[in-house]
């Protein structure tokens, strides 16, 4: 990282971020192109979650290319000034580098599920057979993370 004085070197403060964020942005390769997606999201134990419709873009693009990078952010606000060029940005940042793999076992899917739905406040026991056996569910274990932060 460039600015070293702004890089989050502390995991827990790492793992703080990626819990406080309420969307991450899936980047994947489409061919020779990048394709970064908004995406709702679970993560325990250096892992992430993701569901999908059982076909689509994401999908095979996943299929082709397995390695991701995933961003997330919080408490992002401009930080305004007099002059238009020194205005800046506050916010804490992460991007974790992984490979995503599907799940196909129900009972690992109904776990990603649980864990996607404890993230945004929901009962993790109310997963339904019929979104275990409907879905997609994506894992990427998290290979290395980087944070940011600036403003604070």
Request: charged share 30%; hydrophobic share 40%.
């Amino acid at each position: 990282m460039r600015r070293k004085d702004k890089e989050i070197n502390d995991r827990a403060v790492i793992d703080s971020i990626i819990r406080s964020a309420r969307v991450c942005r899936l980047a994947m390769i489409d061919e020779d192109r990048p394709y970064v997606i908004p995406l709702s999201f679970g993560y325990t134990d250096n892992t992430l979650y993701f569901h999908s419709a059982q076909a689509g873009k994401k999908l095979e693009c996943l299929k082709k290319n397995s390695n991701v990078c995933v961003e997330f952010d919080i408490d992002v606000e401009p930080i305004r000034a007099d002059a238009a060029c020194k205005w800046s940005m506050r916010y804490r940042s992460v991007i974790a580098l992984g490979r995503a793999s599907f799940l196909h076992n129900p009972e690992d899917k109904r776990r990603a599920l649980a864990a996607i739905a404890e993230h945004y406040g929901h009962c993790q026991d109310d997963v339904p057979t019929d979104a275990v056996e409907s879905l997609a569910v994506i894992k990427v274990t998290v290979d290395g993370v980087t944070g940011k932060s600036s403003g604070f």
